[in-house]
């Protein structure tokens, strides 16, 4: 009798597949419309630092995540759920369109921070002019090294965050099932 249980249970899980199987469910909310996702889901739009965790909808003005035993509002409001953006992460930078390429990045790098800081200070073009002879660089190549900064939102820049837009989608399709 035991083995028959053991086999028809193997056979509702099979059924379900892995993909509808909730390793970490959220309490509260329909095991029907919770999912473990993960970042290969989602590929490059993936928002968060953890690489794998529950999706849920809990209405459809609230979708939540669950990464380690911590609960996260996506959208909405959840009681006790924390704020997900201790999780999200930057936008990747994006390929430089001209880079000035017999100077390495670290050191192109350098470089901005170095005219950015002369730029916040109010700095007039003696500080500039101390960055390109310090890096050992044209002025044209100081304006090429400052659009590729400010383009790849390079320190002290700082870069926007990934849109929760493709995870929110997710988590509605949840709730039509």
Known sequence: ???RVTFTAGLLLAACGP???VSDPIDGVPLAHQQTISRGQLGFRWPLSPGIGTLACAGKEV????????TYVVQGDWPGAADI???R???PAPLPSNPVKRLPQNIRMDAFASL???RSNGADDTCSRGVQERFRM???EAQLIE???EERRWPPLVRGLMPLGPLIAAGRGLCDR
């Open 19 to 21: 993909r509808d199987r």
């Open 89 to 91: 992460v930057s936008q």
């Open 138 to 140: 044209s002025a044209e």
């Open 63 to 70: 979708i939540l995540f669950r990464a380690a035993g911590v």
């Open 147 to 149: 659009a590729e900064g």
């Open 116 to 118: 950015e800081r002369c």
């Open 1 to 3: 009798m035991r083995a």
């Open 85 to 87: 953006s201790p999780l």
